[in-house]
């Protein structure tokens, strides 16, 4: 008598790709501004990220705001055009 061992399909899922939120610089909000509507649109960040990642924006131009699923990057990107700030979205690396 001979035991056979069946394989089990994989079960490990490929995980959805990652999107990154970008913050670019503009001339025209201030600085309070653009922190309350990163504060607004992005409910997980904290006064002091928001602040960061203002500056950062500022200083060289482009920002991480947060990376995530596509569907919720579109939509915070949207969201952030919305109130008058330029954002994009790419796939993560």
């Known amino acids: 008598m001979s035991v056979e061992t069946k394989q089990k399909p994989s079960t490990s899922r490929k ?3 990652q999107y990154r939120v970008l913050l670019h610089n503009d001339d025209y909000n201030t600085m309070e ?20 990642i203002m500056m950062e ?3 060289n ?6 990376t995530c699923a596509q569907e919720p990057a579109e939509f915070y ?7 008058g700030l330029i954002s994009t979205i790419e796939p993560e690396e």
């Open 15 to 17: 995980l959805a790709p």
């Open 33 to 52: 501004y653009v922190v309350q509507v990163l504060l607004t649109t992005v409910p997980s960040l904290t006064q002091p990220q928001a602040v960061s």
């Open 57 to 59: 924006a500022h200083s």
């Open 61 to 66: 131009g482009i920002a991480l705001v947060i």
């Open 77 to 83: 990107c949207e969201t952030l055009k919305n109130h």
